[in-house]
């Protein structure tokens, strides 16, 4: 089906470094994506989101990249911690009068002490 | 907390069976969406209210209906329930004010068909 190109991988970072988690979105029209943070057990949480008349957009630590050329998408965490492991989610907005959000399955991020 | 609820927390229902799931947007929020996620599948939208009408369908079975109130509660319902459909689902809202705004999920709901 259709999606946002992520597969569960797994990155791992040690406490304090940074961490960029990268997304590749399909469709060239889509004008909206957001970032979201899934711990076990939860709903998904906003983090972040950025338009497509946007390249950059900076949050509390974290940071949104779009590239809009090569359809590239990452997010950015700074000085992360252990309370940042979650599976990190991208969506995209595709316009059709309607809001309609493709998900990808989400990436896993692991902090090491 | 998010500010969106959900109701219940968890199900456990045999195939065949129907049930209706719960939500509640923030307040202030015009739109319910829904989502499916499963283990395979990663969250799928299913469909997407705005102020009582729907707006977008997804991946929604025919087996599956839902409805937005006056109140801008929103009901899941599932019918003829199938092994497959044991799953987590999530709605979220948001305020959707000309233009697509950032959406606040709920805990979920988690289905068990057994």
């Known amino acids: 089906g259709e999606s946002v190109g992520l597969h569960l991988p797994t990155l791992s970072v040690q406490e304090g470094d940074n961490s960029i988690i990268n997304c590749a979105y399909s469709n060239s029209a889509s004008d909206y994506f957001i970032w979201y943070k899934q711990e076990s057990g939860k709903g998904p949480q906003f983090i972040i989101d950025?338009?497509?008349?946007?390249d950059k957009r900076q949050g509390q630590r974290v940071t949104v990249l779009l590239n809009k050329t090569v359809k590239h998408l990452s997010l950015q965490i700074a000085a992360t911690q252990p309370g940042d492991s979650a599976v990190y989610f991208c969506?995209?907005?595709?316009?059709?009068?309607?809001?309609?959000?493709?998900f990808g399955t989400g990436t896993r991020l692991k902090v090491l002490a | 907390d998010s500010g969106v609820t959900q109701t219940p927390k968890h199900l456990i229902t045999a195939t065949g069976q129907r049930v209706t799931l719960r939500c509640s947007p923030r307040s202030g929020d015009l739109s319910v969406y829904w989502y499916q996620q499963s283990l395979d599948q990663g969250l799928q939208f299913l469909i997407h209210y705005y102020n009582g009408e729907e707006r977008a369908k997804g991946n929604i079975l025919e087996r599956f209906s839902a409805q937005q109130f006056p109140d801008l509660h929103s009901e899941l319902n599932l019918s003829s329930l199938e092994l497959g459909d044991s799953a987590l689902y999530f709605c979220a809202s948001s305020v959707d004010r000309q233009g697509p705004y950032e959406q606040y999920f709920g805990p979920g709901t988690r289905l068990t068909v057994t």
């Open positions: 950025i338009r497509s008349n946007m």
């Open positions: 969506a995209e907005n595709r316009p059709s009068g309607t809001y309609k959000y493709i």
